[in-house]
């Protein structure tokens, strides 16, 4: 009787004729179907294992054996290092940052990783590059032309007192309390006295004839702020109440009573008079309440007595009313009325919100409310060859990769002084051979107020012109002497 023994080896005998007759036409071969198989994979295998020990021996006696790199205008960036140089007049030249070798190369420039190895025996050549110049610029489609934020308030510092802050974010999306035209918010500055920022522009406010509590807003608390920070806004025209001439002077006859210059009377249709020696001059509500709290009017026009506004009728005004524009003369430059106050408490910021212009129309700067945790921060730049800017701000905030190409405008509107801001928070001059080189000759700069650029460290002239013979251009000794006179520096 046969055992399970016999059975196993007689089924592997049948399973083995089986396939060797599919797989051979042939069920009596005397090797497997797949030893051959086997014996060809292994063969296969030791034959890879060979190429590649005699591959890396060959590496180990021979490195480096790279050459691409020996194209004029190359970058190369050495690997496992921080070692780069450019490829320049056959040599390999040690550049100090990007911006130089963009300078130098223009837009052939190219850059490739390279072993150390690959650069043996290579001849190596001055040091080039501008002292200060940006490690990267901001691609082309990177430039930012959003809103610039130039904001100023109370924070605390690392060693827990209060500090009054300078900010400025370039390219920021925040948009915080915009104020509209009806709007305006009162800030305080070392220098400026009390000030009200309405339209984009400051207002000093006559607090020493009462202006402010003139208007009701004597009890009010202004927002801290740095100099430089009101220096920025447009100063506007003084919230006072006007210059009279010849105050307290007699003055004709009104409604069958005696005047005097500089008091105040109210027209039969509600409109509000100021007597000057001209005649009589409408008045904005504004105008009408400095006038009224001003305590020279009640001193000088009425004797010490109290203000009394007076009616008069249609023939007074018809005899007696000064030319139509020294009204509004006297009215330009303020709100009709006196604006409605958005406080910002102590977490928040007060901003200059400046939108750039596109060369067809000027920048816009309207006033916001932040909170202080809204507003974009970060370190100043203060590498080698980058000096603080003329109205040295705090905190410099640039999207990380962006930057912006701006062309700065004097209070005149005019101004052909071109700027490169990199994400560092740097303002570099660029003159226009720059921008070719660096690949912006077809990249429009927006207009902005020259004192906003003022607020950024600024750098070194990328100039090419400098580079032209090699070598190293140094930091300059200061920057001080191209800020206009009363900046922050």
């Not at 990783?113 to 001849?123: C, E, K, R």
């Not at 904005?284 to 709290?293: A, E, I, N, V």
């Not at 001193?299 to 020294?326: C, F, M, N, T, W």
Request: proline share 9%; charged share 15%.
């Amino acid at each position: 009787m046969q055992s399970r023994r016999d059975q196993v080896q007689a089924h592997l005998f049948v399973r083995s004729r089986l396939s060797a007759g599919m797989l051979r036409v042939e069920p009596d071969a005397p090797d497997a179907p797949s030893a051959r198989t086997k014996r060809g994979l292994l063969g296969g295998a030791v034959v890879a294992v060979l190429a590649a020990i005699g591959v890396t021996l060959y590496g180990v006696v021979s490195p480096g054996g790279a050459t691409s790199w020996k194209t004029p205008g190359t970058l190369v960036l050495v690997d496992d290092s921080t070692s780069r140089y450019l490829y320049a007049n056959g040599a390999l030249h040690p550049v100090l940052n990007e911006a130089s070798a963009k300078l130098i190369a223009g837009t052939r420039m190219t850059v490739q990783h390279v072993s150390a190895a690959s650069l043996g025996g290579a001849p190596h050549g001055a040091p080039v590059g501008i002292v200060g110049a940006p490690d990267s610029v901001p691609a082309p489609d990177a430039l930012d032309t959003g809103a610039w934020l130039a904001c100023s308030g109370r924070a605390t510092d690392a060693y827990g007192k209060k500090r009054t802050l300078l900010s400025v974010a370039v390219g920021s999306t925040e948009t915080g309390r915009a104020l509209d035209d009806g709007t305006g918010t009162l800030v305080t500055a070392p220098s400026g006295g009390v000030q009200l920022l309405w339209h984009g522009t400051r207002h000093r406010i006559d607090t020493e004839h009462g202006a402010h509590s003139a208007l009701g807003w004597a009890d009010e608390d202004p927002l801290p702020v740095k100099d430089d920070f009101l220096n920025t806004l447009t100063a506007g025209t003084d919230v006072a109440s006007p210059p009279v001439p010849g105050r307290g002077g007699d003055g004709p006859e009104l409604a069958g009573a005696p005047s005097r210059v500089g008091q105040l009377f109210t027209g039969s249709g509600g409109q509000r008079y100021l007597l000057r020696e001209e005649g009589l001059v409408p008045l904005t509500p504004l105008l009408f309440d400095l006038l009224r709290g001003d305590p020279r009017t009640q001193k000088e026009a009425y004797g010490g007595a109290a203000v009394e506004v007076r009616g008069i009728g249609p023939a007074d005004l018809q005899a007696h009313q000064a030319s139509s524009g020294l009204g509004n003369a006297l009215a330009q430059g303020l709100p009709a009325t006196a604006p409605r106050l958005a406080v910002a408490d102590r977490t928040q910021d007060v901003c200059a919100k400046v939108t750039p212009g596109d060369g067809a129309k000027g920048p816009t700067t309207g006033i916001a409310v932040l909170d202080a945790k809204d507003v974009p921060a970060g370190a100043p730049n203060d590498q080698p060859g980058v000096q603080a800017g003329c109205l040295p701000s705090d905190r410099v905030w640039v999207r990380p990769g962006g930057g912006a190409l701006v062309r700065a405008l004097s209070s005149a509107g005019a101004g052909a002084s071109d700027y490169l801001v990199t994400d560092s928070g740097t303002v570099y001059p660029l003159p226009p051979a720059a921008a070719k080189q660096l690949g912006y000759d077809n990249a429009r700069p927006v207009t902005v107020p020259g004192p906003l650029v003022q607020l950024l460290p600024t750098g070194p002239s990328l100039d090419p012109a400098g580079l032209a013979k090699g070598g190293v251009v140094p930091a300059a000794a200061s920057s001080s002497a191209n800020c206009p006179a009363g900046s922050g520096t």
